[in-house]
């Protein structure tokens, strides 16, 4: 038996679990069944205040899954984090692949049956979320083969859902996907999403107004529109260069950056060509890492980089109030040197962001993560000011909010673990 462990220091109780017993006989007192269909034996695990979901496969899928895994998380792209490959075990035994379980992740299940999530409804938002994985798969080079709500977690991104790969048997990576292969995966996406919504309906799990053929049909269009807005080549005259700021802004806002655009002469027709070439999705993730060491999905990253500027024009126009206030009447003078955004970005962290987390009681993080927490306590902040028709401030928005609306929401941290471990409900394979 051969057992890969990716940063065994980050994982030091995977080696110890029985790999050698098939799955479906290890008797450990913290193992769950997991929700949803599966073509495997799968497991979840709970090992010192971590939990690892266990998937048994042949050992040809193990080594490409957990090949493709690891180059997905070196993209940079929404994925499960690999941790073990377990193969060459006995003749006819399958081998085993060990994630890391995603933490407040939500199945699609849960989000299209309408029931269940108080805060807010999101099923709406899937499809989104679902196009947007594919193309950004495939603008790093990677062949899914096998896109579905099945394969696939959603995690609350401020308002919006973040897809994250969890399956990639199928897969493939290449240097540039043709339009060939885009098609088919693109092809297969719409078929399996349309037969996982079917199977929620036949089930009576599917949201009323939902239609499963009407929805899987809007994905080609969804798609098309989003790779034609990141990758097309766009003409201009040689008086129009803002509309280079504005392709820039809009591929800004869909959480892209740009390495470099190719703006070509057109001599003869007196028109410029220009073509951007667009970096991984992150560009407000990665922004907010680097100002304040919070990581965050980038929809929750562009609600709080708001907020940090929100809150250094607060703090200039204190600061700016206290030197007019230590003036003489009459007397005029410079006005006060603006912050840089570093030094805003640790003051918002040290003086708003902290204080306000570390008034939420304790249990109530495994309700919502702390970044998604923050961006509804925005919103419910927000709201609360529009009833009263005045300013209502963070600090006084809390307690309702953790009460009116947190209180009674569910706890999303493992929503994919199984209420019982009965063996009667562990496996239902598609």
Request: hydrophobic share 40%.
């Amino acid at each position: 038996m051969r057992v890969q462990i990716a940063s065994p220091w980050d994982h030091p109780h995977i080696a110890a679990l029985p790999f050698s017993d098939r799955l479906t006989d290890w008797q450990l007192p913290d193992m769950h069944g997991v929700l949803g269909l599966h073509r495997h034996v799968v497991r979840l695990i709970e090992l010192d205040n971590a939990s690892y979901v266990i998937k048994e496969l042949p050992d040809d899928l193990v080594r490409r899954e957990y090949r493709l895994l690891r180059e997905l998380a070196v993209h940079g792209l929404p994925t499960a984090e690999v941790v073990a490959a377990v193969t060459e075990k006995a003749e006819q035994v399958d081998g085993m692949l060990v994630t890391r379980h995603l933490d407040y992740s939500i199945p699609y299940r849960t989000l299209l049956a309408g029931r269940g999530l108080t805060i807010p409804y999101l099923g709406e938002r899937v499809l989104d979320a679902l196009v947007g994985l594919l193309v950004r798969l495939h603008l790093a080079g990677f062949f899914w083969g096998d896109c579905s709500l099945s394969n696939t977690l959603f995690r609350r991104d401020a308002g919006a859902l973040t897809a994250y790969v969890i399956d990639m048997e199928t897969g493939e990576q290449h240097d540039r996907l043709s339009p060939g292969q885009r098609n088919l995966d693109l092809q297969m996406a719409t078929e399996n999403v349309a037969g996982g919504l079917l199977d929620l309906q036949v089930g009576d799990r599917l949201k009323a107004d939902i239609d499963p053929w009407e929805v899987a049909m809007e994905i080609e269009g969804r798609y098309h529109a989003l790779w034609s807005e990141l990758t097309d080549a766009q003409e201009f005259s040689p008086g129009e260069t803002y509309k280079i700021d504005q392709r820039l802004q809009r591929l800004h806002d869909l959480g892209f950056d740009v390495e470099e655009m190719d703006i070509v002469d057109d001599v003869a027709g007196g028109r410029l060509r220009y073509i951007p070439r667009v970096v991984e999705h992150g560009f407000h993730s990665e922004r907010l890492k680097n100002l304040t060491g919070l990581e965050a999905t980038e929809n929750q990253s562009r609600r709080l980089l708001d907020d940090i500027r929100s809150f250094g024009t607060e703090l200039h126009a204190e600061r700016q109030a206290k030197i007019e206030s230590g003036r003489p009447i009459g007397h005029g003078g410079a006005a006060v040197r603006t912050l840089p955004e570093n030094v805003v970005a640790v003051r918002w962290l040290d003086d708003r962001f902290e204080p306000l987390m570390a008034r939420v009681p304790r249990h109530m993080f495994d309700k919502l993560e702390a970044a998604e927490l923050y961006h509804q306590l925005l919103e419910h902040r927000w709201f609360l000011s529009e009833k009263a028709g005045a300013d209502i401030s963070l600090d006084e928005a809390l307690p309702s909010y953790l009460t009116d609306v947190l209180d009674d929401a569910p706890n999303e941290v493992n929503l994919t673990l199984e209420s019982t471990a009965s063996p009667a409900t562990f496996d239902s394979h598609e």
